[in-house]
């Protein structure tokens, strides 16, 4: 598969990335927990669970982008198009846990 020519295990290839924004599976971490459920679903899709803050929030994020940038795949158009969206998700996932932390 693809995904063992890049390099990325189970966890990481495009269909566990949209199975865990789907399904909003992961858990993890700790500090000001946001309380609506869309917020706890965002954390989940980052491995992150309350209580946890914006700077885990952005680790998190950073580290989610280094393994789906859409620029890694400028060679395969079907994969870049994938990326875009997992990146999309995980861009909207982090603006809403930005703004919950922020207020």
Same mark, same amino acid.
């Given at each position: 598969?693809?995904?063992? #020519? @890049?390099?990325?295990?189970?966890?990481?290839?495009?269909?566990?990335?949209?199975?865990?924004?789907?399904?909003?599976? %992961?858990? =993890?971490? =700790?500090?000001? $927990?946001?309380?609506?459920? #869309?917020?706890?679903?965002? @954390?989940? @899709? &980052? %491995?992150?669970?309350?209580?946890?803050? @914006?700077?885990?929030?952005?680790?998190?994020? %950073?580290?989610?982008? =280094?393994? &789906?940038? $859409?620029?890694?795949?400028?060679?395969? $158009?079907?994969?870049?198009?994938?990326?875009? #969206?997992?990146? #999309?998700?995980? %861009?909207?996932?982090?603006?809403?846990?930005?703004?919950? &932390?922020?207020?």
């Amino acid at each position: 598969a693809w995904e063992e #020519q @890049l390099g990325l295990n189970e966890d990481q290839s495009f269909e566990g990335a949209y199975e865990k924004s789907r399904t909003g599976e %992961n858990t =993890k971490h =700790k500090s000001d $927990p946001p309380r609506s459920s #869309q917020l706890i679903e965002d @954390l989940k @899709l &980052f %491995n992150l669970s309350p209580p946890s803050n @914006l700077q885990e929030v952005k680790k998190a994020r %950073n580290r989610e982008m =280094k393994v &789906f940038h $859409p620029d890694k795949y400028l060679n395969d $158009p079907e994969r870049m198009a994938i990326a875009n #969206q997992i990146v #999309q998700i995980y %861009n909207d996932a982090y603006e809403r846990l930005k703004a919950s &932390f922020e207020t």
